[in-house]
């Protein structure tokens, strides 16, 4: 079945620090599977963080950037310069051609201040 | 506002109690889901449903069931609660496939 495999948390990082969150997935009945982030902060539901639906396109939000890697099938999450408000849970998920999404395990990411 | 609702935001049961999780979409969304988090494995799908009445299970539905009889309403029931069923469970709707999913803030159940 498809499966993604992402960075086990927590992450620890100090405000104005660049950060990787890596992401990898394995499709094996989908041959173009979109691929998402998803962000939950404290109390509050998943919100869509940011999604690419093509190989090699990049997507942006917030600061971060994640670039559909097809070849190495990578999504990894990365931000310059982070915030302390960027503390959250960081899920990375793929979209099968139905309706369903298959998730990571979450990255718990704290940032100090 | 367009948003997910899921009732209770907490809810404690004894073991063999039976459950009822609620949720609520605004948007007219034809998908709903239900997924339940435990820590380190992620989100696991347990039901999608494409419309009223048209329910499919998902990764993880034994010891669940659904209804969903109006288009804005998802519910997930537990008959006879286990301890093994103690997870975060969140809802979640999109208008079709592949769409953004809008997820609900989650209700925590706990089973003793």
């Known amino acids: 079945g498809d499966s993604v495999t992402q960075t086990e948390g927590p992450v620890t990082v100090s405000e104005s620090e660049s950060l990787i969150i890596n992401c990898t997935y394995s499709?094996?009945?989908?041959?173009?599977?979109?691929l998402f982030w998803y962000v939950r902060y404290p109390g509050e539901g998943l919100q869509l963080l940011l999604k690419?639906?093509?190989?090699?396109q990049k997507g942006s939000s917030r600061g971060f950037e994640a670039t559909y890697n097809k070849e190495t099938t990578s999504f990894h999450l990365q931000k310059a310069s982070v915030q302390e408000s960027d503390s959250a849970v960081y899920y990375c998920?793929?979209?099968?051609?139905?309706?369903?999404?298959?998730f990571g395990g979450g990255t718990r990411l704290t940032v100090r201040p | 506002d367009m948003k997910v609702t899921q009732m209770p935001r907490y809810l404690i049961k004894r073991m063999g109690e039976n459950v009822l999780l609620e949720c609520g979409q605004d948007?007219?969304?034809?998908?709903m889901y239900w997924y339940r988090q435990d820590p380190g494995l992620g989100l696991q799908l347990i039901y999608i449903s494409y419309d009223v009445d048209s329910n499919s299970e998902g990764d993880i539905p034994k010891g669940y069931r659904v209804s969903r009889k109006k288009r804005e309403h998802f519910s997930l029931i537990l008959d006879s609660a286990k301890t093994n069923q103690t997870s975060v469970y969140f809802c979640a709707s999109s208008p079709g496939h592949n769409s953004d999913y809008t997820f609900g803030s989650g209700t925590r159940l706990l089973v003793i």
């Open positions: 998920a793929l979209g099968d051609a139905g309706a369903k999404l298959t």
């Open positions: 948007m007219s969304h034809e998908t």
């Open positions: 690419v639906i093509t190989a090699g």
């Open positions: 499709a094996t009945s989908i041959a173009y599977p979109n």
